[in-house]
């Protein structure tokens, strides 16, 4: 279920399109972002820091898988001032042209494996055996759904990358084929069945399970997703998910994980949104936090849509080659 997180938040006006901050100038007035289940905790130590100077923007948070987040916008009709997504191709593939003009990605992420001390045999589990001990019919594990939440199908990216690397052959059908009853909407939805010990795996970012303390295992670069320069090998598999319209259906190639960000075209805060955004991807400022929570900054990346983004948003960005 759709978690709402409402913090009381003012923005820094550095770099608004209005020119330089002016004394005493303030910013009002709601601040909606829709944003990825796995950014719940670095965003709200963001909302913190605004909130200490700035008390007149009120932000409305709305977390969920990043694809639920853009159909909000591009299905449901809702508006929103930011979204930001677990993958930055959600926001190229659901919402540009129609409902945003550009995208800047912005944080880096690896899948891993994470557990509790009481999940089943979780003194045996490595590298070198997870896959065996996920089939076990005694041990259940969860994932995220691939039509919502970019972790799902990148779970499943992983697992047809384990596939390969293991030379383990129909290795990825029976891991997907089994536990069907442990897929939710956003992985951060399974963190509570760990906990209370209904399943005993799952497929996570590593940022999240550093934020929860939970006991990870990493798994080799081959399959986490992590290396960009490893996008050749990530791309020799792909996963098929829902596209732009019902019965519509786009692949997925694998690739590193790249978090993305934008502010849609009829936003209803504008002013407010681009001073969020140029916040968050300050060095100093939202990125230093994002780092802290295990989400290394990958500013500024390259974009095909770098002629559209405003210009106080430019120095973020890179125009693609």
């Not at 039509?147 to 199908?153: A, I, L, R, S």
Request: glycine share 8%; net charge neutral.
């Amino acid at each position: 279920m759709m978690k709402q997180l409402v913090l009381p938040l003012t923005i820094c006006l550095a770099g608004m399109v209005t020119g330089p901050v002016v004394a005493g100038e303030r910013l009002s007035g709601e601040l909606v972002i829709f944003h990825a289940g796995s950014l719940s905790v670095p965003f709200a130590e963001i909302g913190k820091a605004f909130r200490k100077d700035h008390p007149a923007v009120t932000i409305h948070a709305e977390a969920a898988g990043s694809r639920a987040c853009a159909r909000k916008i591009s299905d449901l009709g809702r508006r929103c001032d930011v979204m930001a997504s677990a993958d930055y191709e959600v926001i190229e593939t659901l919402l540009i042209p129609g409902y945003a003009d550009w995208c800047i990605k912005f944080a880096a992420n690896e899948m891993t494996i994470v557990y509790r001390d009481g999940s089943r045999r979780a003194g045996e589990i490595d590298a070198g055996n997870w896959f065996e001990i996920l089939l076990d019919e005694r041990v259940r594990f969860g994932r995220s759904d691939p039509n919502t939440d970019p972790c799902g199908y990148r779970s499943v990216l992983t697992v047809k990358l384990a596939e390969k690397y293991y030379g383990r052959e129909g290795l990825s059908a029976s891991l997907l084929a089994k536990d069907l009853l442990y897929i939710r909407p956003k992985e951060t939805d399974l963190l509570a069945l760990l906990e209370a010990g209904e399943i005993d795996y799952i497929f996570l970012y590593r940022s999240v399970a550093a934020q929860h303390g939970l006991k990870t295992l990493l798994l080799p670069d081959e399959m986490n997703l992590k290396r960009a320069d490893l996008a050749g090998l990530y791309g020799t598999v792909d996963v098929e998910i829902s596209g732009k319209r019902p019965g519509e259906t786009i692949v997925r190639a694998g690739a590193p994980m790249v978090y993305g960000i934008t502010i849609p075209k009829n936003a209803p805060n504008t002013t407010a949104a681009l001073a969020f955004v140029r916040f968050l991807l300050d060095r100093d400022g939202g990125m230093a936090i994002m780092a802290r929570n295990g989400q290394p900054s990958v500013v500024p990346s390259p974009t095909a849509t770098w002629e559209r983004i405003p210009e106080t948003l430019k120095p973020f960005a890179k125009a693609a080659r």
